[in-house]
């Protein structure tokens, strides 16, 4: 297959440069880690705003990319001649650390560490945090059994304690800014747009609260916030 003629996403959202990095996302945490990465990394991309809306996220022309129909997704258009389809958040960032050669230690020791993290963020952080968010901003808010909001503010405490414990003494998770701080960060940020901190007691968590200061301090990380843009 030949990328842009044999790839039905191209017909919705078409390539400016079919010669670099095609992105499909939207900047929910899931897509701003993605976006983040690509900024940092310096890798050469082209982002494409595909809302969250099932006219887009259940076309034809993203679940040829996307069968899971989430965002994010990308092609590399030129590996070996040959493009490269990837999605799954966590797949992707790991897919342009070794692309790059950046934000993933080499050391054996070090990669499973940041690979451990990422996927703590993937299977834990991320599920828990975004049923809170379901279960307090959004449509689960009008449920009035309280039970499920307690359970994911239960869990959402439980995580914080566990990333706390593991920044003791430390500016990043896993020794220098990795992929892992990328998963991470952006679903901590999340907590603000639902409205939860309070609730979590956020602020008693003093080695995260250090940590999500220097995150946000990162220039990529304010750029990634809006990548690729809202309609």
């Given amino acids: 297959m030949t990328f842009p003629a044999d790839y039905p996403i191209n017909?919705?959202?078409?390539?400016?440069?079919?010669?670099?990095i095609?992105?499909?996302?939207?900047?929910?945490?899931?897509?701003?880690?993605?976006?983040?990465?690509?900024?940092?990394?310096?890798?050469?991309?082209?982002p494409h705003t595909v809302t969250l809306a099932d006219s887009d996220v259940r076309s034809p022309e993203f679940l040829s990319l996307s069968p899971n129909n989430k965002i994010p997704a990308l092609i590399d258009p030129t590996v070996d001649g040959e493009p490269v389809t990837v999605f799954e958040s966590g797949a992707i960032l790991?897919?342009?650390a070794e692309k790059s050669g950046k934000f993933l230690s080499t050391d054996p020791a070090k990669r499973?560490?940041?690979?451990?993290?990422?996927?703590?963020?993937?299977?834990?952080?991320?599920?828990m945090f975004g049923q809170l968010g379901y279960?307090?901003?959004?449509?689960?808010?009008?449920?009035?059994?309280?039970?499920?909001?307690?359970?994911?503010?239960?869990?959402?405490?439980?995580?914080?304690?566990?990333?706390?414990?593991?920044?003791?003494?430390?500016?990043?998770?896993?020794?220098?800014?990795?992929?892992?701080d990328m998963?991470?960060?952006?679903w901590l940020n999340a907590l603000e747009m639902y409205g939860t901190k309070d609730a979590l007691g956020?602020?008693?968590f003093t080695n995260v609260v250090a940590y999500l200061d220097r995150f946000n301090a990162r220039p990529a990380v304010q750029r990634a916030k809006n990548i690729p843009p809202r309609p």
């Avoid at 499973?112 to 599920?127: H, K």
């Avoid at 914080?160 to 998770?173: F, H, S």
């Avoid at 998963?183 to 952006?186: E, R, S, V």
């Fill in 11 to 20: 017909n919705r959202w078409p390539a400016k440069d079919p010669s670099v």
């Fill in 112 to 127: 499973a560490e940041t690979l451990q993290w990422l996927m703590w963020q993937m299977g834990g952080l991320g599920p």
């Fill in 202 to 204: 956020f602020a008693e």
């Fill in 22 to 46: 095609q992105l499909y996302s939207f900047p929910t945490p899931n897509g701003i880690k993605v976006s983040l990465m690509l900024e940092e990394s310096g890798l050469a991309y082209e």
């Fill in 135 to 180: 279960f307090t901003k959004f449509a689960g808010a009008q449920i009035e059994d309280p039970r499920p909001r307690e359970r994911f503010l239960n869990e959402g405490k439980r995580l914080l304690n566990v990333l706390n414990g593991a920044l003791e003494g430390k500016d990043w998770v896993v020794g220098d800014y990795s992929i892992a």
């Fill in 183 to 186: 998963a991470i960060g952006p």
């Fill in 94 to 96: 790991i897919y342009l």
